[in-house]
């Protein structure tokens, strides 16, 4: 089954949700950061997902997030929201909860510390696939879950109806060639070091952490491969390289991506929930100093 060549757009960011000091979510600056993404080039927003500290926002909090962002950014962005859990009814119940709160589309993650079969797994996610009408974004990060998708799965997977897209942090690009043409899914990036490779093994887009900072360049990387400059393409590559290692080599990329936001003047508060403590003042200093040399936005 070949789907819409790019059914959430090309760039999104898989965004952090902003807290205030004591840890309550600061919506006002959710909403704040949700408009800067979408005017630094982002086409969709995946919201609770691991770098929004999903894990850690509730089930009433999940749907205002939702809500929040819907509000601020209208209807033609793409909101993705995450439906993870390791207990399928819990899932579902997410699933069904961003339908009803507006999302545009769910995140599907394999399931993670239980380590089910991969009949589990397939069954886990034609579960959440059919809570609701929502088109549908796998999610295959084994280094989180402990366990990867099989092909087999991705071929089950790929025959469900809504099941449209796949964000691929397994880092097995040659992999992706197969599944991509096998499949017809539409293939993200789900690790930013490799999203142009991804491209050029027939990826659609990517699905980033460091957009929170460099979305503008990650857009004309993009736009690059899109127009066939492989050289271009390259070049913006390159480029990337030091912000995906200030941003995800310094720490968790939802504690750096908040540290940076503030240094850009764009959240108030780095603050998250347990087990994330907050970047230090070193470590904002440190990716202040970053982002001030490479002449992406900060705060003087």
């Keep these: 089954m070949t789907h819409t060549n790019r059914p959430f757009g090309a760039l999104l ?53 939702i809500e929040a962002v819907r509000e601020a950014v209208g209807p033609a962005i793409k909101i993705v929201a995450g439906a993870g859990s390791n207990d ?86 040659e992999a992706a060639k197969d599944r991509i043409a096998r499949t017809g899914l539409a293939w993200y990036s789900g690790d930013d070091p490799l999203t142009l490779e991804f491209l050029r093994a027939g990826g659609v887009g990517v699905v980033s952490v460091i957009s929170h900072v460099a979305s503008p360049w990650i857009r004309a990387m993009i736009d690059a491969h899109s127009a066939n400059d492989a050289g271009l393409a390259d070049a913006w590559h390159e480029k990337l390289l030091p912000v995906v290692d200030a941003i995800m080599g310094r720490g968790p990329g939802g504690v750096m991506s908040k540290a940076a936001l503030q240094a850009a003047g764009v959240i108030p508060s780095r603050a998250t929930r347990l087990p994330y403590v907050p970047a230090t003042d070193e470590e904002y200093v440190a990716i202040a100093t970053f982002l001030r040399d490479a002449g992406l936005p900060v705060q003087e």
């Design 88 to 173: 399928t009814a819990h899932a579902v119940r997410m699933a069904e909860q961003a339908a009803e709160a507006g999302a545009d589309g769910v995140l599907a993650l394999v399931p993670y510390y239980s380590k089910p079969q991969q009949a589990g797994i397939v069954a886990h996610i034609q579960a959440i696939a059919s809570a609701s009408d929502l088109p549908v974004m796998l999610y295959d990060i084994p280094g989180r879950t402990g366990i990867a998708l099989s092909d087999a799965s991705y071929d089950a997977l790929a025959d469900v109806s809504n099941i449209v897209a796949n964000k691929d942090a397994t880092g097995q690009v």
């Design 13 to 65: 960011t898989a965004m952090v949700t902003p807290m205030h000091e004591d840890g309550e979510i600061d919506f006002a600056a959710t909403q704040a950061l949700a408009k800067f993404l979408v005017d630094q080039g982002n086409d969709g927003l995946v919201l609770s997902g691991t770098t929004g500290e999903a894990p850690t926002t509730h089930a009433p909090e999940k749907v205002e997030l």
